[in-house]
């Protein structure tokens, strides 16, 4: 449930703009990495205290300020009163139930995301949010802990591969979003494997396991719809928005991650289609073993109750029973009763059953 | 029901306008506080009698005239009129089965929400209608009964804490239904923690009470949908509108409910598919439950409906039976009957049925 | 089915514009009945004959013919020669299987509506069409029988109640809708009585009856849907409609009945959801029936069977049994028996079936 | 299948405008029919060869050409080159697996309709598909067989009946369409009727034929759903599109047109609800039936089962059994037998199962 | 799974534009294959060398480069560089878990699609991805392997049948599109014949087989579904282009592929309807079977377990029951046995269970 409903209780009745912090505390200190680059140089270093990364406002160069850990509010104040963050977006990034958006503040463009793991431990599919405000010349990135799917960014900042050197901070701001968004794909393909062994294993076998596999499945499905869809509207929000913050150049690459966005939507409704006939194969399947024990029952019932009835009329102590007399009496009753089994046999399998 | 369809029959046929109060009589006497202040003066009191009210219409300090009790049809009307309300206006007022709505009329703008709550005694969500009316320099807000979450608003007036005391009226407005719909997540967090609670019970437990839980909190959701859904609407309504009585400023405040809204929706939506899933998950349990009961029948008829048709072949009173002089024939018969026995079993064991 | 399908069959064929009437027979005789009024003065009256209204056409008052019975298509037809209505109106008003709708004939303008009540006889909601004729200084009404929701509306023009004296034809057609709509909620009420009882009984008690119950208002609920949704279309037309026959002042009402409307398809939405529920509810009721059942049958078997199979051990016939020689057999026998049973009514409690 | 999948194997890979019949040959041998009239003159003929009606192209007068049968590509071909349709409109013709559409041509429109037609034989709706070019004063109708819902349009041209003769060929056109969707509610009517008659039987007795039924219903529907949806935008095309073809007064008609068809649609998703709805039942029936079933086991096992095993007690042969020696033992077994009996039937009263 | 999910994961990560082919490798080795053709010449080679299909760019005639195997990433990456496609383009290619698009890149318009064919071994479809550039006088078509549905095409080149050879790159692009959908029928037919053999086959005999064939062709539709539905967009999106590439008479032709691609989905849809309807059928199929099965027990075992209860009356050892002394007792209790039997078999008759 945790992860469909944020406990926001604490924050209720208080005036807007006051910031709190929603959500689950993953850092223990909050950590604030500073990468500053352009063509030629490049710096990379953590900062001790929330002023160090202020220099960075005003310099040409794109700087990427990335704060690990929302718990210490003071740290997120500084940092928005700074570089000029209007109090409704801090409290944005700070409750962590918020739903992907994008808003356009002209001096700088805020965009929320989601950001999906596997956790491991729960095998669940869990959701850190990520907030990118992408200014003139830097992007600050807020995390709600450390870990994240950045390091191959960092790497090619590093390593000066690719186009992001020479590229403005849109062009920084459009990686993240994209190294987030083809992290989906991992999780999709994960979660496909599953379905994939369900789908064998639900025929043959509709265990009450199975039954808690799909129930779970369904779950994941209900909770990554809800954190995926609204991010067509994100990123269709800022191919359209006319923000000199966004190069003409970067339009074509968010075309790009557009695209995976909705072949990521169509993957989910393919899932749930796939999971929904899953689950309606697992009703029809335990029905059809519910009718495999019932002619088990049946045949066995219908078999022995007419022979038992048989045997009980000749133990019967009545003083004149003429049968009992006869010589022959007890075979011919066995074959009586011999011939009769048979005849329930050759019905049933007339009836299909056998 | 009372809850999905409010009684108006005793309004039906009269004249558009007529004012009747529809829906259940909440408070004893109708109570009407103001409130009045600005940045640097702040007043409050209770009216003893409607007229008390009036002069704070022209005053160019903000007000917010605050009504419990909607039975008193006279109040609402003498209101009305010194206000300038149009009679439709106070007709929606009082039918409290109206549907959360928007209306723009130059004067003043209409805005009818519910606020929800949790009734214990019932242990249901239940509304209360509340419409407020936004002119130059005032505020009215109309409540079914005492009991409300504006209290921290209150607070933030008398304390002057956060911009309220700065804003105008508009500002106000906003704060209400702010306070209403961050009410709605608290309604929610109860809502998806029960929802949660279900969900483990009902793979294991498929109980008859389960039946109902799942049934009652369908009808919630049924509720919940009904009053939130118009809500995007509204908000965007306001939004939208150019009267002159929205300051741009409050813009960015209505953008920051909107938001809330549609996370609300959407959390609704999610919650809808749980309890859909959990509904599947409770009919399959029950198909299990039942699939076992049947096992259990078949393997014990199975096994011992022929071991009695055994016992009953020698319990025949035939003159003749010749295995009945076997000295040994008593120990065989038990040979015979543990062994059919014991291929039962082997039999069962293959099909997975033990 | 007649609800949902109007048989049409005589029409089929015949060139657009002839007049059939498509419908039930409800009035033995048509019966015409006029009210002219203005703000001072009042006139009532019943036609005799169809040409004792003609003379109103011109007059500047405001002028109600209501025509109630559609069979006398003679009359139909002269109405429509004198007041220059479009042949295709007039097939439309004697087609009582019509879709709601409005159109604007620059001259006038037609409506086409439900009027819904309760059949108590086939404890049905049923459909009347009217339509609705308003020109420049005159609105006619056609109905397919006595009796209508009309009644107040009479009233307040006789007793110059409310805004209607003063106010001009399109007021008039607008409060014929009104009462229409209203009445619908009445309607809805009683369905909303049905479905509430329904609920309480299925969970406990589903029985056949309650099957029947589920199935009858499910489809009360497709007939109510299929009159009602087209309405928020017909309203909305005639809000937006620039004829200069409907008045600024008057949009302000339609907006109301629009209104309504919405909250009366709201309403039936949400009666959906929740006999939906029910029905769901209901399956799952019968499951648990049966599962108890099968519990019942279970126990006695896997009790009993055992027992006697154990009692048919010792009433074979063998020579030599050596239990039967011991003084204490008997008893030896029953006490083993008892056990057994004492097991099994363990074994079934640890399973939660007793 | 064949009615919802046309095979067009035989054209894959064809390059486009090749012209091949799909579908069945349901005419012997292509019948061609001219008709040819104004305000004064009438004139009717069969052609006997296809060029005998080439003269009629410019011709002031309306003619209207009909075609029984596609199989005779040659036919097509030389119609279309005479007047000048396009290679694509004409493998329209004879693909019937067409989907309902409109084309305007500038020179000429093109319309494609589904007629519907009641196959006795296998008890089925069948669609034939009409095709019907509309140019200057010409209207040329495509039939797959002979046979059609046409014959009254004929009869209004030879009579001078009606509008027809005083108007033009797109007065023509619209007749031909309104006589086809007017023969959609015959259908309907039949359809409603058979679906009524399974609504009472099923929930007395849900047979296996029932079943079948509902099967074939459902199946029906989607075949009319598919024929009919496309109609809307076909319709509304026709009445938006601003050829000269379509005269300002035909427009009126193809308004009535729309309305029907809107209707059309309406009841057939009336009917699907109600279809659905019937299957609910049916399943709920069915399990109703089996706990029924249930019980008449359940209630005869556990009477008769403790029963018999009290009698087997009795028949054990242990030496010493002192009940046996009691004079009265056998009648107190009796009372014993007939108390437990009537324990189990008021057990049974108390639980609602007889 | 892998149908529905291709598995991207090493992909994750990389700079936008890296190109890695994503999907099975299907050729051995890539084949370039080029057509080359003008009203009047005709050429036709299979490139040794990427290299030799460069001259051809700017050759005023019509070129068709047709490259069968992604594996080769050097390849694509030469062809992209000279023809100067842009790297995301490439990687759009190579990409074979793509959704079909359709993307203007001013000097060439870029086309994904899904080539469907029928995997007999697993008797799936499965989905080869063909991208297609149009440019000012060339064509260039991607695939993931050898064997395509071009062959006729490349017939009416080599033949010059049709208007192929007189038409420009677009008609040449079109008429693969064409041919790619066309095949999508064949598919379809093939499909609903197994879904026509289906519909037979489950009301009579609901198998564990036909559960799992449901299964499979609802998976297949699933996948059908994903494949096609994008297919209207991009068609559209090729129609309402208004690149200069796109010839005015070549868009009649795509108007004509988009009535198939309207009529494909159509297809889908009721295949839907109507797979979803065996399904319910197949369910209500096994409850008629289980209802049989379930009966026929309740009939042995009402009818015989009383009897044996008779008998076993008899059987007791009392000392003193007078009905064994009497000559005709054993008659008499047969005479009340059958007697009892029949009486059951009356009611059963009764109830329509015979």
Request: hydrophobic fraction near 40%.
């Amino acid at each position: 449930m945790s992860r469909i409903i944020k406990r926001r209780s604490k924050k209720a009745g208080l005036p807007p703009g006051t910031l709190v912090h929603v959500g689950k505390k993953r850092a223990e200190k909050a950590k604030i990495t500073i990468l500053d680059y352009d063509g030629k140089n490049f710096e990379e270093r953590v900062a001790k205290r929330v002023e160090d990364c202020f220099p960075f406002k005003d310099k040409p160069t794109v700087t990427w300020i990335n704060i690990d850990g929302l718990h210490d509010i003071k740290i997120i104040e500084k940092i928005g009163k700074h570089f000029g963050l209007h109090p409704l977006l801090l409290e944005d990034i700070l409750n962590t139930g918020q739903r992907p958006k994008m808003e356009d503040f002209e001096s700088h463009i805020f965009v929320v995301l989601k950001m999906l793991y596997h956790d491991k431990a729960e095998n669940e599919v869990r959701a850190e949010q990520v907030s990118i405000v992408l200014g003139e010349n830097f992007v600050i990135s807020f995390q709600e802990g450390e870990g994240d799917v950045f390091d191959t960014i960092r790497e090619r900042i590093r390593g000066s591969k690719g186009r992001i050197r020479k590229a403005g901070p849109d062009y920084l701001a459009y990686s993240l979003m994209d190294a987030i968004i083809d992290n989906y794909f991992i999780i999709l393909e994960r979660l496909g494997d599953r379905i994939g062994d369900m789908e064998d294993e639900v025929v043959d076998n509709p265990s009450k396991e199975a039954l808690r596999n799909i129930h779970h499945v369904k779950g994941e499905m209900v909770f990554l719809r809800k954190s995926v869809w609204p991010l067509r509207e994100v990123i269709s929000g800022l191919e359209r928005t006319e923000s000199r913050l966004i190069d003409e150049k970067t339009n074509i690459y968010l075309r790009d991650v557009y695209d995976h966005t909705v072949q990521i939507i169509d993957t989910i409704e393919s899932l749930r289609d796939t999971v929904s006939g899953i689950r309606d194969t697992y009703m029809s399947s335990i029905s059809n073993r519910m009718n495999e024990v019932m002619k088990v029952l049946t045949i066995f019932a219908s078999i022995f109750i007419p022979l038992t009835f048989i045997a009980g009329v000749y133990g019967m102590n009545f003083e004149y029973i003429p049968e009992l007399g006869w010589h022959w009496g007890y075979f011919a009753v066995w074959a009586v009763m011999i011939s009769a089994a048979m005849l329930m046999l050759l019905y049933f399998r007339r009836k299909g059953w056998l």
